[in-house]
């Protein structure tokens, strides 16, 4: 049995290159991330701690978030928009079978407000209890954002704090090392003093892009719902309708152009 090594370098085997392979890749291997994660919480210091812990805190808020909007259904518009269109065509029914059962919030308060009008309750007392249940679920999509943004906001200032301490210890040490300076000593406590500043941007930067993220959906949210349900209590007048006016009739003229009407007096 032979082996095909015609499209290898010449005299060298696969089997050997295999092996150069692992041989290259072993000291990869040996990495330990664990050791390393504990030297830089080491060097850092209690601040180093306290972001650690806030960014495990802001991870579990995103994670909590993002699976509250997927429940709801929080991008799934269209169902709203075709049912306010069979509504207006004067297919109630089939707009109320169109939205009954959906999750999101903008087709519920269509639903609602669809039922009411259905029902013949007045628009004030539809739209009051629309806006209590607009209100009520964009309070519980919003909670967990604030939190989110004060991370963001105080992680880069606690790193700063970090290094305003690391910075005095490294003086500190410099000035008992009296006439025996050594560099060493000095740029030791630099880096140390600069990592928490690393670690409370690293920190920050994510959950301030995430928490504007979440934010911008609520808020988008909050107005589809005030946009859908509005459309129910008011008239399409995106399309100029197209109807004749007697000239003799000044009445109509002077509703339909009142400026020019008052030009031909």
Do not use: C
């Amino acid at each position: 049995m032979s082996d095909d090594v015609s499209g290898l370098p010449h005299g060298q085997h696969p089997l050997a290159m295999s092996q150069d392979a692992d041989s290259a890749l072993a000291p990869l291997a040996q990495i330990d991330i664990a050791p390393r994660i504990f030297e830089l919480i080491e060097a850092g210091g209690p601040v180093v701690v306290v972001l650690a812990v806030m960014s495990v805190i802001a991870l579990a808020i995103v994670i909590v978030k993002l699976w509250q909007f997927g429940a709801v259904r929080m991008g799934d518009r269209r169902p709203a928009g075709e049912a306010l269109a069979l509504y207006r065509e004067g297919r109630a029914g089939e707009a109320m079978d169109r939205i009954e059962r959906r999750r999101n919030p903008a087709a519920q308060a269509l639903a609602r407000a669809l039922r009411g009008n259905l029902r013949g309750i007045d628009e004030t007392k539809v739209r009051e209890e629309v806006v209590r249940y607009g209100n009520d679920v964009l309070t519980s999509l919003r909670s967990g954002l604030r939190p989110l943004e004060t991370i963001g906001s105080l992680a880069p200032l606690l790193g700063l704090f970090g290094t305003v301490l690391g910075m005095i210890e490294a003086f500190r040490q410099l000035e008992q090392a009296g006439n025996q300076v050594n560099p060493a000593i000095l740029s030791g406590g630099i880096w140390q003093a600069l990592l928490t500043t690393a670690v409370g941007l690293a920190v920050a930067i994510p959950v301030v892009i995430l928490a504007t993220w979440l934010e911008r959906r609520v808020d988008r949210l909050a107005h589809d719902m005030d946009d859908i349900v509005t459309q129910v209590f008011t008239v399409d007048l995106s399309r100029e309708a197209s109807f004749h006016i007697d000239e003799t009739d000044s009445h109509a003229r002077l509703a339909r152009h009142p400026a020019a009407a008052a030009a031909g007096d």
